[in-house]
């Protein structure tokens, strides 16, 4: 079966720190790979998608992840952490190829900045 | 962008009662999906569908059913509702991106 291992519930860094998320998942084919993020009393929110192509992928607010097949991971990154960063970030893998299909998501680590 | 209406917000029911959670698509896409978001386990999935009465058990069916009799219409039903399904559910509807409801936090007392 398919499943996506966030290591680490929770994360902090200062404000203008680097923020590495991590990401594993467990595949027999490569799958899409997406993370979300969810802030306070929000929805979830697409921050970035790997398909196919280039393995480094770039999303919004500066995010991007890049997906190493030798590691089976797809971990999140942002070299400056902001303020306005802080929220819970899901990873998430849809396990077929031929087009989006069901999702699969990680527990979600919760990201906070402090000053 | 697809547009997911789950039909409350918030809902509060009693033990035993028989609840109907209902998710409607504008759009005519086949797959739609129901989860449910508890802190430090992440969106878990209930049951999904491909297309009308269709549906497939996700990985926490227990206690719970659905229906589509209609292309734009998934509903979750909690036949005896209990207080550990107290939570937050949500309806994704994926079709070349995956598209998310407001989500309907339901509590059980």
């Known amino acids: 079966a398919q499943s996506v291992t966030q290591l680490g519930s929770h994360v902090s860094v200062s404000e203008g720190a680097l923020v590495l998320l991590r990401c594993n998942y467990s595949s027999s084919v490569p799958p899409y790979l997406f993370w979300y993020v969810q802030y306070p009393n929000q929805g979830l929110q697409l921050l970035l998608k790997?398909?196919?192509?280039?393995?480094l992928v770039k999303g919004i607010n500066g995010f991007e992840a890049e997906f190493k097949k030798s590691e089976t991971s797809f971990h999140l990154t942002k070299p400056s952490a902001h303020m306005s960063d802080a929220a819970e970030y899901f990873c998430a893998v849809s396990p077929f190829s031929g087009g989006y299909n069901k999702l699969i998501f990680g527990a979600g680590t919760r990201l906070a900045v402090h000053p | 962008d697809v547009k997911v209406t789950q039909s409350s917000r918030y809902l509060v029911k009693r033990t035993g009662e028989k609840v109907f959670l209902e998710c409607v698509q504008d759009m005519d896409h086949e797959n739609m999906f129901w989860y449910r978001q508890d802190p430090g386990l992440g969106l878990r999935l209930i049951y999904f569908?491909?297309?009308?009465?269709?549906?497939e058990k996700g990985d926490i069916p227990e206690g719970y059913s659905v229906s589509r009799e209609k292309k734009e219409r998934f509903s979750l039903i909690l036949e005896s509702a209990s207080t550990n399904q107290t939570s937050m559910y949500l309806c994704v509807v994926s079709g070349t991106e995956a598209f998310f409801g407001q989500g309907t936090r339901l509590t059980v007392v």
């Open positions: 569908s491909y297309d009308v009465k269709m549906k």
């Open positions: 790997y398909t196919t192509g280039a393995t």
